[in-house]
């Protein structure tokens, strides 16, 4: 059968069960058991491969395993001492079909193949829902139920000889467990101090640095917005552009503050919302309390703007008439004589025997110089 195309997977999303491999040294000592729940596994003495093989006499990057749904294959990277399949030397860069129990020599490390097996059918009047994995036979003296142990990613700023070491591994793993979420943190911490993009859950955390107090009736976006003004609202407080800003940051609409003559020290405040929106009355009432100067009194008066009426539709445009071509000239090519010049050329010539006749009309006009004749 062909080897897998290179850079190309038939894989679907979900994992996939290729079969496992029984890991043990030379001597016949077991180390473990692989599952192949992937499809590439790299095999080498390096920080980054799937399995990490410390052997002085195994290449940095040293063999990889491509699993398919068909099957799997062994190809050798280019390695100094080789890959075994059989006892037999691989060729670089050319990928061989593996079949069960065959024994892949790296170093002083063995693997053999087992392929997957089936999961037998239950019978038709039971029904079984199980998540375990079907059972494998595996070679003799091996140890199974083994995972692919977590490796450390702090291995990595530590010289190559530590990663030989497994309890150096499992050692860093605890420091990493609890100083990791941490890391995260700081790293992350730009975005955890800004308003527009810290969680939800420490809005009223974050506001009590600021001395404000969050409503909870008030809409997520508002109260981020909030937060995110109060050095603004901080500076203009007692001001008639502090309290604006902040009737504008809850009603998302600009309010109008004048002066009442009538009365000194006294001033209206006036909201004009969509009919569609609801204010809190007594909200709005707190806000102005909090923001105005203490000697001045206020009115609250909140409108609720009628929906805008649908524009009228225009008439219909009506079509142009054409000009009328003056007497004596062409019309041009493809334009029709107007209406009223087509009547007149198409109406029949008067009738002259219907109309009454004149006696003197056809006669010539008297000679004045001339005698009339007796």
Not at 43 to 57: A, I, K, S, T, Y
Not at 310 to 324: G, I, L, R, T, Y
Request: with cysteine.
């Amino acid at each position: 059968m062909a080897s897998p195309a290179s850079g190309e997977s038939s894989l679907p999303a979900f994992p996939q069960d290729f079969g496992s491999l029984a890991l043990r040294r030379k001597t016949g000592q077991a180390v473990r058991t692989v599952r192949l729940n992937r499809e590439e596994f790299r095999f080498g003495r390096e920080m980054g491969n799937e399995l990490v093989l410390p052997d002085q006499g195994i290449s940095r990057r040293h063999c990889r395993l491509l699993c398919r749904l068909e099957g799997c294959w062994i190809e050798d990277l280019r390695s100094q001492n080789g890959t075994f399949l059989n006892d037999e030397r691989l060729a670089p860069n050319e990928p061989r079909q593996l079949i069960e129990g065959d024994t892949i020599r790296i170093g002083e490390y063995l693997l053999v193949y087992y392929g997957p097996q089936p999961v037998a059918p239950a019978e038709d009047d039971e029904f079984v829902l199980t998540f375990a994995e079907p059972v494998r036979p595996v070679a003799e003296g091996a140890v199974t139920g083994w995972s692919l142990p977590p490796r450390s990613s702090y291995l990595q700023h530590l010289p190559s000889f530590f990663s030989q070491d497994s309890l150096m591994d499992r050692f860093l793993l605890i420091f990493e467990s609890i100083l990791a979420p941490i890391e995260q943190i700081a790293d992350h911490l730009p975005l955890i101090l800004d308003p527009r993009t810290q969680p939800a859950d420490t809005l009223p955390w974050f506001a009590a640095w600021l001395d404000l107090t969050l409503n909870e009736n008030w809409p997520e976006a508002h109260r981020r917005d909030l937060i995110r003004s109060a050095s603004e609202l901080y500076r203009w407080r007692g001001t008639r552009h502090g309290l604006s800003r902040y009737l504008e940051i809850y009603a998302a609409v600009t309010p109008v503050i004048e002066d009442v003559l009538e009365r000194p020290h006294t001033f209206r405040v006036t909201l004009r919302v969509p009919s569609e929106q609801q204010v809190d009355e007594e909200l709005v009432h707190q806000i102005i309390q909090n923001e105005k100067p203490a000697q001045t009194a206020y009115e609250l008066v909140i409108e609720h703007a009628e929906p805008p009426e649908p524009p009228p539709v225009p008439p219909p445009a009506a079509k142009p008439k054409k000009p009328k071509p003056e007497k004596g000239t062409a019309p041009a090519a493809g334009d029709k004589p107007a209406p009223d010049a087509a009547a007149e050329v198409a109406a029949p010539p008067p009738d002259v025997s219907s109309q009454p006749v004149d006696p003197t009309a056809d006669q010539p006009p008297a000679d004045k110089d001339k005698p009339p004749t007796a």
